[in-house]
């Protein structure tokens, strides 16, 4: 069974680079959304973008 996977990303984290999240999208064959500005903590940092995100990707899964 196919599984969408949803990666959201800082720009900016110090923690796990954007190079780290690009190669674990790629290895998960999901979609990446990078949040520019953001560090370690997306969803905290930009709610709003986040919850953008994320309610975008769970809306195209009910296909």
Excluded at 22 to 51: S, T
């Amino acid at each position: 069974m196919l599984q969408h996977v949803l990666v959201i990303w800082g720009s900016k984290d110090p923690v796990f680079p954007l190079s780290e999240g690009r190669q674990l999208a790629d290895a998960l064959h999901a979609q990446l959304v990078v949040i520019d500005g953001a560090a370690h903590g997306p969803n905290f940092q930009d709610p709003a973008e986040f919850n953008q995100a994320l309610l975008s990707f769970l809306d195209g899964q009910h296909e």
